[in-house]
Each structure stands twice: as structure tokens, then as C-alpha cells.
Nanobody, 115 residues
Framework: QVQLVESGGGLVQAGGSLRLSCAASRSTFSFNSIGWYRQAPGKQRELVAAIRSGGSTDYANSVKGRFTISRDNAKNTVYLQMNSLKPEDTAVYYC?????????WGQGTQVTVSS
């Protein structure tokens, strides 16, 4: 069973930065992709950023240029560096890993951006 453990959420002022971490129970290269989704109150869960086993990345248009996804192979960990945060980035952020057709989810970490 795959485990994904997120950390790094919190409260930050608009314009600030946070770094989220997702520690996986096995190599991130064993997944077709691993990344981050978020869900704000009353909204659908949406993809924020993901990195594929080959290294290519995807970003939501709303975070391009502000967020960066990366991974540390030795630690089986994926990071989401979030800069220039906006109040609309407020959401629960979930780590997601895919071994098609199976998906694994972390428990989520709250990010709150105050104006």
C-alpha cells in the first residue's frame, strides 16, 4: 500500500511563500506521475502541478510562474514551492500519485492566504 504524507501548509499573507512536501513510501519514479491537487470550499478538486516519471511537468494556468514542483529522489519526496501567494490559493492541498489506473491520495494540508 502506498502512503503519501504531506506537510508544510499554514497561514501566510498575500505575496508570501510556502513550501509543501509530500513524502512517499516508495520511489517517486515508480509512479506514472505524482503531484498536487487542491480543493477550495464549494469548489471541485483541481490539479495544481504534477511531475511525470520522465521528468516533464504540468501546471494549472493559475499558478504558472508562481509555483514550482520538484522532487528529491533520495528522500522519495515531492515539493511544491509556492511564491507570490494570493488569497485565491487558499485551499486544502492534496498529494496525488498515479499508477494508472490506480490513484493514491494524501490526507491533505491546509493553505490559507490572508489578504
Amino acid at each position: 500500500q502506498v502512503q503519501l504524507v504531506e506537510s508544510g501548509g499554514g497561514l501566510v499573507q498575500a505575496g508570501g511563500s510556502l513550501r509543501l512536501s509530500c513524502a512517499a513510501s516508495r520511489s517517486t519514479f515508480s509512479f506514472n506521475s505524482i503531484g498536487w491537487y487542491r480543493q477550495a470550499p464549494g469548489k471541485q478538486r483541481e490539479l495544481v502541478a504534477a511531475i511525470r516519471s520522465g521528468g516533464s511537468t504540468d501546471y494549472a494556468n493559475s499558478v504558472k510562474g508562481r509555483f514550482t514542483i520538484s522532487r528529491d529522489n533520495a528522500k522519495n519526496t515531492v515539493y511544491l514551492q509556492m511564491n507570490s501567494l494570493k488569497p485565491e490559493d487558499t485551499a486544502v492541498y492534496y498529494c496525488n500519485a498515479k499508477v494508472i489506473p490506480i490513484e493514491y491520495w494524501g490526507q491533505g494540508t491546509q493553505v490559507t492566504v490572508s489578504s
